[in-house]
C-alpha cells in the first residue's frame, strides 16, 4: 500500500476567525467570488467549489449569471435584500404601548394577546393585513414575549399541592 506523504497539521486553523475577517470588507467577498468564478473556469467541478468555498450552488449559478451580464462591475453593485417590514415605527411605538393595556381594554373579548388578536387589531387600526406568524415575529422585534399565565386556584391548599407532587414524583419512580 502507498502512503501519499506526511498529513497537514490543521490544528493552527481558525476557520471562524477566517470567515469573520472575509465578510468584514466587501472587496474580501468580492475576491472570493472571483476565486470562485476563476476555479470554475480553469475546469474545477462545481461540487468541489461548493464545498470548498462553503457556498451553495444557487450562489455561485447567481455569481456566474452576474458577471455573465453585467461584468464585474455587477459585484460592486448592491440590490436591495428582501421585501421592506411593515412595521413602520409609528405602528411600533403604538404596539409598544397599546399591548401593555390588556385586550379587554381596547374592547377586546379575550383576556390575553395573541397573535391572531394583533393581527385583528392591526387590520382595524392600520387597515394592514398580516399573517399570524409575522404579528409574532413583530411582538418578538419590539421585545415582547409570547406567554401565557399560568393559573392558580385562589381555594388550594399549597401544602396539599406539595404533598400531591411529591406523592405523584415517588409513583412515577416505582413505575419505571
Known amino acids: 500500500m502507498k502512503t501519499r506523504g506526511k498529513p497537514v497539521d490543521i490544528s493552527s486553523i481558525n476557520v471562524a476567525e477566517l470567515q469573520k475577517w472575509l465578510k468584514a470588507e466587501p472587496e474580501r467577498n468580492i475576491a472570493l467570488k472571483c ?11 462545481v461540487k468541489s467549489v461548493c464545498i470548498v468555498l462553503d457556498i451553495s450552488r444557487e450562489s455561485l449559478s447567481q455569481w456566474r ?18 421585501r421592506k417590514s411593515g412595521l413602520t415605527k409609528q405602528i411600533e411605538e403604538d404596539l409598544k404601548v397599546q399591548l401593555l393595556k390588556t385586550p379587554s381594554e381596547l374592547g377586546y373579548k379575550q383576556a390575553i394577546w395573541n397573535g391572531k388578536l394583533v393581527c385583528k387589531y392591526l387590520a382595524e387600526k392600520y387597515s394592514k393585513i398580516i399573517a399570524v406568524r409575522t404579528a409574532q415575529d413583530w411582538l418578538k422585534k419590539i421585545g415582547l414575549t409570547r406567554q401565557r399565565p399560568r393559573y392558580h ?3 388550594a391548599d399549597p401544602e396539599l399541592n406539595e404533598k400531591f407532587k411529591t406523592e405523584v414524583k415517588k409513583n412515577r419512580r416505582t413505575k419505571r
Open 65 to 82: 449569471k452576474l458577471v455573465s451580464n453585467e461584468g464585474i462591475i455587477g459585484f460592486r453593485q448592491k440590490s436591495g435584500r428582501g
Open 153 to 155: 386556584f385562589n381555594k
Open 35 to 45: 476565486q470562485a468564478l476563476i476555479a470554475l473556469a480553469k475546469g474545477v467541478s
